[in-house]
């Protein structure tokens, strides 16, 4: 586990994938391990969200998995004094966004190595992609196993993570390659 990370405040626009719906928000501190981001969206804690949040000098989201840590709920008549949202613990950060706070001060770059040494040998996401979601199966029946793939394309470098439903990781990643094309290169998949 862990320990839990230097915060810095940073307003960084972002979008919360949760149920599959999007919510706008906005990142008001930012952690090796987490962020606060202020937003309507309030998912219950424990939950799985997807986070798209926008860096200084990248023209698309950076793309992460986070979970739920905490809500904070605030009643309507205070928003203007005190912000409701959502505290997110990443589960799986991108290295662009460690670099962005690793860049913050010396007590952060070490949280950040601290993370990227508990991430072993299954490298972190990195890149500005979004997630995307494709279905495989046997004959149009999803299978019950889910896998994270994650490729990159071999021609710009751009690396993306992809959410399939399939017998094996084998079929998996077989349907992913055939929807991308001869480009893309599998990195490595997780079981989700």
Known sequence: MIDR??????RLSCEIVSNGSRYSGIAIDVSA?????????KPDPGSLVEIGIMLP???????????????KVVPPELLTLAHGGVGLALVRAAD??????G???SEHA??????????????????????????SGTNGVNSSKRFRIHAVETTSGKRNSFLVSGATEQEASDEVLKQ???EWQVLFIERV
């Open 180 to 182: 991308l094309g001869d």
């Open 103 to 105: 860049e913050i001060s």
């Open 5 to 10: 990370a230097p915060r810095k405040k940073k």
């Open 110 to 135: 070490e949280a950040v190595a601290r993370v990227r040494a508990t991430a072993g040998s299954a490298r972190r996401q990195s890149g500005t992609g979004t997630s995307a979601r494709i279905r």
């Open 57 to 71: 000098g990248n023209k698309e989201p950076v793309t992460m998995e986070a979970r739920v840590a905490r809500k």
């Open 96 to 101: 662009a966004y460690l670099d962005f706070v």
């Open 33 to 41: 391990t987490g962020l606060f981001v202020q937003t309507n969206v």
